[in-house]
C-alpha cells in the first residue's frame, strides 16, 4: 500500500530532471514490453489473478536463460488466485547472505466507469503511462523482474546470491498474504541479511524537476479496530438519551480529538533535522528544533499542523467507515465504526487499543482488533555499507539531489520481513509528483522518464550491493 514519501514535501533543493525524453535503448523497449504485460494483467481481488502474472513473469525469465530449478511459483488451494513467484539468482560467495528484492503484484481495485481510460490498458499520453499499478507497485515489480533477466542475459555472476518474491495480498488487509505466508511456510526460500521493498522514491515539483529522493528506513504497523455499540432500541417516537448512533458520535469525537504521545527513532529524527534544513524557512527551523528538543512545545504544534510531518511523529487512528441502524423510524439496536490505526514502529496493537479504550472512556463502545497476531513495526538500521552506495549512486545520476532517510506513515509488506529478522528497506528510483500519481485513486499514472532513469538506478543499486 503506497505509500508517498514524506520527505518530499516541500524541500528546496532541485534539478532539472531531464530536458528531454531519454532515446530508447533496445533493452528499454524490451523493459517495456514486459512492464506493459504486468500492468494489463488484472491483479485486483475481485476480477483478477496475481497467479497469472507470477506465471507471465516466470515464463519472461526462464526465456532469458533462468533455469526453473532456481524459481518456485506458490499459492494455496483456498486462495489459488493469490499465487507468487520465488527466484533465486545464486552468487558466488559462500560467505555472503543473500539479498531479496520484494514488490506485490496485487493492485487497488479500480472501475472503468470511474476512469478517464481503460485502467486495465497501460496508455501512453503526455509523457506519462496510464494504468492501474503504473506506480503502486508493478513499477518496482517490472524492474526487479527486468533486472534478474538483464542479468541473466549479461551472464552476470554477483558474489552475493539475489532473491526475489512477487507477491499478493499487500492491498487487502484481512486477505491471503504472499509475504506473511512466506516467512511462516517458506522463509528458506526468502532468508537473506536485508531486502529492497517499495516505500523509498523521488519526489518531483510536478513541472519537471525531481526535488529529492528518499530511503525508507522503517514504516508503521497498520491495524483496523471495530468498535460496537447495542442498545435495546425501540419506537422513535419515544427517543432516549442512551441511542447507540449518539454513543457512537460521541465515542468518535474522542478519537478525533486524542493526540497519542510524540515519538522519535532515529529515522524520523535524521528526517526532521536533515529535511526541515533544506526547507530553509518557519516550519524548517520548527522541525530542526524539534528533532533536537522533543520537549519543545512550540516546535511540535506547529509542525503537527502539516499532516504528515504529524502522522510521522506518532501512532495515528482516524475513523474510516460506520454502519447504524436498521429502520427510519426505529431506535438504532447496533451501530459499528471501524477506526484505521497506523502505528509508530515498536507500538503493539494491544496498547494501542487500551489506549483507544482509555481515549474513549466509555465501557458501553466495544474495541475490538479487526486482525489479531499482527507483527509489530521494526525501524531497520541505518547501516552505513547499505545507505552509504545507495546516496553515492543518486549523486552520480542526479547531482545536487539530497537522500533523505523516512519513515513510511503507511505500511507495506516490510512488516512481515521485519518480524522474522530481515530489515527492509524502501529504495530510491523512480518519482512521482506532489499529487500522488493517482495511487489508490483514480487515473494511477506514472512519468515515463521517471520509470526508464528509476529502473537503471535500481539495476545499478543491485549490482552493486550484490557484487560486494
Known amino acids: ?38 500492468v494489463e494483467t488484472n491483479t485486483t481481488l475481485s476480477a483478477g489473478s496475481c497467479t497469472v502474472a507470477a506465471a507471465r513473469m516466470a515464463a519472461r525469465l526462464k526465456a532469458a536463460g533462468i533455469p526453473e530449478s532456481q524459481m518456485t511459483l506458490f499459492s494455496v488451494p483456498e ?29 487497488v481495485e479500480a472501475k472503468r466507469s470511474d476512469w478517464v481510460r481503460d485502467p486495465f490498458t497501460l496508455i501512453e499520453e503526455d509523457g506519462y503511462f496510464y494504468a492501474r499499478g503504473t506506480v503502486d507497485d508493478k513499477a518496482q515489480a517490472a524492474i526487479w523482474t527486468d533486472t534478474l533477466i538483464r542479468f541473466a542475459k549479461e551472464g552476470y555472476r554477483p558474489k552475493r546470491t539475489v532473491k526475489m518474491a512477487l507477491t499478493c ?133 506547529m509542525v503537527s499542523t502539516d499532516k504528515m510531518y504529524n502522522s510521522m511523529l506518532r501512532t495515528t487512528c482516524v475513523a474510516t467507515l460506520i454502519d447504524g441502524g436498521h429502520a427510519q423510524n426505529a431506535l438504532p439496536q447496533k451501530v459499528v465504526a471501524n477506526v484505521n490505526c497506523r502505528m509508530f514502529p515498536g507500538r503493539s496493537a494491544d496498547e494501542t487499543q487500551k489506549l483507544l479504550e482509555t481515549a474513549i472512556g466509555n465501557p458501553l463502545v466495544k474495541v475490538d ?30 547531482p545536487g ?43 494511477e499514472r506514472i512519468e515515463i522518464r521517471s520509470l526508464m532513469e528509476g529502473r537503471d538506478y535500481l539495476y545499478d543499486l543491485v549490482r552493486l550491493l550484490s557484487g560486494k
Open 401 to 443: 539531489i539530497p537522500v533523505i532517510p523516512t519513515m513510511l506513515t503507511g505500511a507495506t509488506d516490510g512488516v512481515y520481513l521485519a518480524a522474522v529478522g530481515i530489515p527492509t528497506y524502501g529504495v530510491p528510483g523512480p518519482w512521482t509528483d506532489p499529487d500522488g500519481n493517482g495511487t489508490h485513486g483514480l487515473n
Open 369 to 398: 482488533q479487526k486482525v489479531r497476531g499482527k507483527p509489530i513495526a521494526k525501524a531497520p538500521p541505518m547501516h552505513p555499507w547499505l545507505i552509504g552506495p545507495i546516496e553515492q549512486l543518486v549523486a552520480k545520476r542526479w
Open 79 to 107: 486462495h489459488p488466485n493469490d499465487g507468487g513467484l520465488v527466484v533465486i539468482y545464486p552468487g558466488t560467495s559462500k560467505k555472503s547472505k543473500p539479498m531479496l528484492l520484494l514488490a506485490h503484484i496485487d493492485v
Open 169 to 301: 495480498g499487500e492491498e487487502t488487509s484481512g486477505a491471503f498474504n504472499g509475504a506473511d505466508w512466506l516467512t511462516k511456510n517458506k522463509r528458506e526460500l526468502i532468508d537473506a541479511e536485508f531486502a529492497l521493498n517499495e516505500g523509498g522514491g523521488g519526489q518531483s515539483d510536478g513541472k519537471g524537476k525531481l526535488m529529492v529522493q528518499t530511503v525508507q528506513v522503517g514504516e508503521k504497523a497498520y491495524q483496523d479496530f471495530t468498535l460496537t455499540v447495542t442498545n435495546p432500541g425501540g419506537h422513535s417516537s419515544r427517543p432516549v438519551r442512551d441511542n447507540a448512533i449518539y454513543v457512537m458520535g460521541d465515542a468518535l469525537g474522542k478519537v478525533r480529538e486524542f493526540k497519542f504521545p510524540l515519538e522519535f527513532n532515529d529515522t524520523t529524527r535524521a528526517f526532521f533535522a536533515r529535511a526541515g534544513a533544506n526547507r530553509g524557512d518557519a516550519m524548517g527551523k520548527a522541525m530542526m528544533t524539534l528533532a533536537s528538543d522533543p520537549g519543545n512545545a512550540d516546535a511540535e504544534d
Open 1 to 38: 500500500m503506497k505509500k508517498l514519501a514524506a520527505a518530499a514535501l516541500l524541500l528546496g533543493a532541485s534539478v532539472l530532471a531531464g530536458a528531454a525524453a531519454p532515446a530508447q535503448r533496445p533493452d528499454r523497449q524490451d523493459f517495456r514490453e514486459l512492464y506493459k504485460e504486468l
